[in-house]
């Protein structure tokens, strides 16, 4: 199985930028593909970006496409979310774990970590 450690959140000032990472130990995520999840307070968890298992394709949810990238080393068995111009309502606990193409889908996954904070002031 895999152990997922999520780091890199904090306060940040509207338009700001921050890099989370996803370290995984336990096993190699090599053969997984791999997203990143938010929830914030009083609503559901909600998919965010994807990465194929070779790290060729990509996916964003509409609300993030332009301002965050999504990318991974294999080598390093760390997968990563730059988030460049932040907004109020990107403020969320991100989570990292593996996912089905195209579905999103984390059934079967139970490798969701701590999650990191993620704060945007305005």
């Known amino acids: 199985q895999v152990q997922l450690v999520e780091s890199g959140g904090g306060l940040v000032q509207a338009g700001g930028s921050l890099r989370l990472s996803c370290a995984a130990s336990?096993?190699?995520?090599?053969?997984?593909?791999m997203g990143w999840f938010r929830q914030a307070p009083g609503k559901e968890r909600e998919f965010v970006a994807a990465?194929?298992?070779?790290?060729?394709?990509?996916y964003y949810v509409d609300s993030v496409k332009g301002r965050f990238t999504i990318s991974r080393d294999n080598a390093k068995n760390t997968v990563y979310l730059q988030m460049n111009s932040l907004k109020p309502e990107d403020t969320a606990v991100y989570y990292c774990?593996?996912?089905?193409?195209?579905?999103?889908?984390?059934?079967?996954?139970?490798?969701w970590g701590q999650g990191t904070q993620v704060t945007v002031s305005s």
């Open positions: 774990n593996a996912v089905q193409w195209s579905s999103w889908s984390t059934e079967g996954y139970d490798y």
């Open positions: 990465i194929s298992w070779s790290g060729i394709s990509v």
């Open positions: 336990g096993r190699t995520l090599r053969s997984y593909n």
